[in-house]
């Protein structure tokens, strides 16, 4: 299995239907999801107070960006990638951009991607 397997993961997604195909590529991988949160504001209550290992942020989400959401992960340290349909998410954090549309491979890598990120900024901190 792949190192997704037993990892919980928080889902930011605004469209139903990708927000179902996600849980399910998630779910093939091993994963357990929190959310999805489709709003702004039940994205920042799920980012503050629920417990997940990495993160998917849809960059826009209806008229909103998650920005807010990604600065609560960077301080919480949980790693994130963003998941945009736009060639430049604009939200200049370093965190791995996953384009629309993405098959669960490309989900694989960069949530796997995101994780390592996570772990070797920590050893660095700590070594």
């Not at 999801?33 to 993160?55: K, M, N, R, W, Y």
């Not at 609560?72 to 736009?86: D, K, N, S």
């Not at 370093?94 to 796997?112: F, I, M, S």
């Amino acid at each position: 299995m792949g190192r997704l397997q037993g990892k919980t993961v928080l889902l930011v997604e605004d469209e139903p239907i990708v927000a179902m195909l996600v849980e399910d590529m998630l779910a093939g991988l091993g994963a357990q999801v929190v959310g999805p949160a489709a709003q702004l504001t039940e994205a920042i209550e799920l980012a503050t107070s629920a417990q997940f290992d990495v993160a998917v942020l849809d960059v826009k989400l209806g008229g909103d960006s998650s920005a807010k959401v990604a600065e609560m992960l960077r301080e919480r340290a949980i790693p994130y990638v963003l998941a945009t349909g736009f060639d430049n998410p604009a939200l200049g954090s370093g965190a791995p951009v996953l384009q629309k549309p993405y098959l669960q491979e490309d989900l694989e890598r960069v949530l796997e991607q995101a994780l390592e990120n996570s772990e070797a900024n920590g050893r660095a901190a700590h070594g």
